[in-house]
């Protein structure tokens, strides 16, 4: 059974940066695909980037392009979220996953392993 732990949340002002990190440990998959999801109150997780096995394709939601990055250290089982320019609105419980495959996912349904989440907070 793998299990994923992000760690990196906190309270920041509008305008600041945050790094998230994901360690993975256990039994992964030989070749996974990670992404990073996020979640308000009464709203429906949503996808915040993925990355493919290799990590040379990446996916972003339309609300965090230019601003976010996520990278992956396979040698380390660990992927990152790097947040810069956060605002108001992405505060959220972000979530780690991770699913069998190599390429890119934006369905949470194609992730079978799940972070506890982190909670990021972004004041006016």
């Known amino acids: 059974q793998a299990q994923l732990v992000e760690s990196g949340g906190g309270l920041v002002q509008a305008g600041g940066s945050l790094r998230l990190s994901c360690a993975a440990s256990?039994?992964?998959?030989?070749?996974?695909?990670m992404g990073w999801f996020r979640q308000t109150p009464g709203a429906e997780r949503e996808v915040v980037a993925t990355?493919?096995?290799?990590?040379?394709?990446?996916y972003y939601a339309d609300s965090v392009k230019e601003r976010f990055t996520v990278s992956r250290d396979n040698a380390k089982n660990t992927m990152y979220l790097q947040m810069n320019s956060l605002k108001p609105e992405d505060t959220a419980v972000y979530y780690c996953?991770?699913?069998?495959?190599?390429?890119?996912?934006?369905?949470?349904?194609?992730?079978?392993?799940w972070g506890q989440g982190t909670q990021v907070t972004v004041s006016s």
């Open positions: 256990g039994r992964m998959f030989t070749t996974y695909l």
């Open positions: 990355i493919s096995w290799i990590g040379g394709r990446t």
């Open positions: 996953a991770a699913g069998p495959g190599v390429g890119l996912s934006s369905n949470p349904y194609d992730y079978n392993y």
